[in-house]
């Protein structure tokens, strides 16, 4: 099968027009504009979007557009509504999320799961994925008869469809994971070269709680019996892990809020990636993120929902849309690598990078497409990238088969054999 567009999207500055020949859902070449099996015109034709931070089992309605109260107290309603919900509820809200990814383009996600709901959703669904396997720990030991190691490894060792499946390990975050509980799964994690993902300087208080053992987090701790003196690290997380030669390419940073430049470098000098979510740093009211910074620093900036309760959406295209009304100076490059190439490249060096390809349209990389048409009220000097933000979805392809069309011709009837 033959694609062509106006505008292929490879990585570089200025998208130029091509075809892209498909053959046993991987792309076997790129040739100049001639004659094809599907013109789809003037459109963006990428790669799959990655949405690389999602909790799939929270694509529930929020209810507000901003966060009504403290962010403590909306973690507490969160563990409140998986409680609510129960096994049945979470793997429904899990499938919505699934379907609301595929209708906008995003052809993986990085999903975080605390007991398996999104496993069990994801069971028979086209979408690619890295699954997280979070852990939540505020006591020193482990109440399993396993190690870490082993944890680990029967988590991992669990997917039956490793073609569209990866597996790894998120303890949640700094200030929910027992300092001695998170040291042995990244010890673990790097140890056996697994991926792994934390929430870190999310919370303002973050910092105070590590370095002094006092402030909000303190008493976040304490509602839930916990002893936050265990905490006291007498530095930031970044740091700590730094100076004991922890920080490895594996690691996936989540959110970052309150990094600070020396940390950025850190993160950079270790080859670890961050995940910005801007749609939900806006709904939790939270200062400028500091993505700009991170990218000056060399950091490789990946976007993410984080969760429908959070963002409102499930929508990469939003998401960069939001990335773009939050930090206006980033180039629109920036942005769709930041959904289209960043994530493959932070698995490709970690020995991963035959589950998604580059990102870049190139010769052996799965067909894992997505075609995001231009408005024709563009001003004539915008750029396609820039243009393309307030576009819309228009197909999605994994392995070569059409998962999703808006368009009326027929030639995009998802399931035909012919489109495979």
Same mark, same amino acid.
């Given at each position: @099968?033959?694609?062509?567009?106006?505008?292929?999207?490879?990585?570089?500055?200025?998208? +130029?027009?091509?075809?892209?020949?498909?053959?046993?859902?991987?792309?076997?070449?790129?040739?100049?504009?001639?004659?094809?099996?599907?013109?789809?015109?003037?459109?963006?034709?990428?790669?799959?979007?990655?949405?690389?931070?999602?909790?799939?089992?929270?694509?529930?309605?929020?209810?507000?557009? =901003?966060?009504?109260?403290?962010?403590?107290?909306?973690?507490?309603?969160?563990?409140?509504?998986?409680?609510?919900?129960?096994?049945?509820?979470?793997?429904?809200?899990?499938?919505?999320?699934?379907?609301?990814?595929?209708?906008? #383009?995003?052809?993986?996600?990085?999903?975080?799961?605390?007991?398996?709901?999104?496993?069990?959703?994801?069971?028979?669904?086209?979408?690619?994925?890295?699954?997280?396997?979070?852990?939540? +720990?505020?006591?020193? *030991?482990?109440?399993?008869?396993?190690?870490?190691?082993?944890?680990?490894?029967? $988590?991992?060792?669990?997917?039956?469809? &490793?073609?569209?499946?990866?597996?790894?390990?998120? &303890?949640?975050?700094?200030?929910?994971?027992?300092?001695?509980?998170?040291?042995?799964?990244?010890?673990?994690?790097?140890?056996?070269?697994?991926?792994?993902?934390?929430?870190?300087?999310?919370?303002?208080?973050?910092?105070?709680?590590?370095?002094? *053992?006092?402030? &909000?987090?303190?008493? $976040?701790?304490?509602? $839930? #019996?916990?002893?936050?003196?265990?905490?006291?690290? #007498?530095?930031?997380?970044?740091?700590?892990?730094?100076?004991?030669? /922890?920080?490895?390419?594996?690691?996936?940073?989540? !959110?970052?809020?309150?990094?600070?430049?020396?940390?950025?470098?850190?993160?950079?000098?270790?080859?670890?990636? @961050?995940?910005?979510?801007?749609?939900?740093?806006?709904? $939790?009211?939270?200062?400028?993120?500091?993505?700009?910074?991170?990218?000056? @620093?060399?950091?490789?900036?990946?976007?993410?929902?984080?969760?429908?309760?959070?963002?409102?959406?499930?929508?990469?295209?939003?998401?960069?849309?939001? /990335?773009?009304?939050?930090? &206006?100076?980033?180039? /629109?490059?920036?942005?769709?690598?930041?959904?289209?190439?960043?994530?493959?490249?932070?698995?490709?060096?970690?020995? !991963? %990078?035959?589950?998604? %390809?580059?990102?870049?349209?190139?010769?052996?990389?799965?067909?894992?497409?997505?075609?995001?048409?231009?408005? +024709?009220? +563009?001003?004539?000097? =915008?750029?396609?990238?820039?243009?393309?933000?307030? #576009?819309?979805?228009?197909?999605?392809?994994?392995? %070569?088969?059409?998962?999703?069309?808006?368009?009326?011709?027929?030639?995009?009837?998802? %399931?035909?054999?012919?489109?495979?």
């Amino acid at each position: @099968m033959r694609i062509a567009a106006d505008y292929l999207f490879t990585g570089e500055e200025n998208p +130029s027009p091509g075809r892209l020949v498909i053959e046993n859902g991987r792309i076997v070449e790129i040739l100049p504009p001639g004659e094809s099996d599907i013109d789809l015109g003037a459109v963006i034709l990428s790669s799959g979007l990655v949405n690389s931070h999602v909790h799939l089992d929270l694509s529930l309605e929020r209810d507000s557009d =901003t966060i009504p109260g403290s962010f403590e107290d909306w973690l507490k309603g969160v563990v409140e509504a998986r409680k609510e919900l129960g096994d049945r509820g979470l793997v429904e809200a899990a499938v919505t999320g699934i379907e609301e990814s595929l209708s906008n #383009g995003t052809t993986a996600v990085f999903d975080i799961d605390p007991r398996g709901h999104s496993c069990d959703a994801l069971q028979d669904s086209d979408l690619k994925r890295v699954l997280f396997r979070e852990v939540i +720990s505020l006591e020193a *030991g482990f109440s399993a008869d396993k190690t870490p190691a082993e944890i680990i490894d029967d $988590f991992v060792g669990e997917t039956s469809d &490793p073609s569209r499946e990866l597996r790894a390990i998120s &303890p949640h975050s700094p200030y929910t994971v027992h300092p001695h509980v998170m040291a042995n799964l990244l010890e673990s994690c790097t140890g056996n070269n697994r991926l792994w993902a934390t929430h870190v300087a999310e919370a303002e208080w973050e910092q105070e709680l590590l370095t002094e *053992g006092t402030g &909000p987090g303190a008493e $976040f701790l304490k509602r $839930f #019996g916990a002893d936050p003196t265990d905490w006291k690290l #007498g530095s930031s997380w970044i740091d700590d892990l730094d100076s004991k030669g /922890a920080l490895s390419s594996s690691g996936l940073i989540i !959110h970052g809020n309150h990094c600070t430049k020396d940390e950025f470098r850190q993160i950079a000098a270790s080859n670890m990636a @961050m995940v910005w979510c801007p749609s939900s740093h806006a709904y $939790f009211l939270r200062p400028a993120h500091p993505a700009p910074e991170a990218l000056e @620093m060399g950091v490789e900036v990946l976007l993410g929902t984080d969760g429908r309760l959070s963002a409102g959406h499930l929508s990469m295209l939003e998401e960069m849309k939001s /990335a773009r009304k939050a930090a &206006p100076q980033i180039p /629109a490059a920036d942005l769709w690598r930041m959904v289209t190439i960043h994530p493959r490249s932070w698995l490709a060096r970690n020995g !991963h %990078g035959s589950l998604l %390809g580059s990102g870049r349209l190139q010769p052996g990389d799965p067909a894992d497409l997505v075609a995001v048409s231009i408005p +024709s009220h +563009s001003e004539a000097n =915008t750029s396609p990238l820039e243009a393309a933000l307030d #576009g819309s979805v228009q197909a999605c392809w994994i392995d %070569g088969r059409v998962i999703n069309s808006s368009a009326p011709d027929s030639s995009f009837a998802p %399931g035909r054999e012919e489109d495979r």
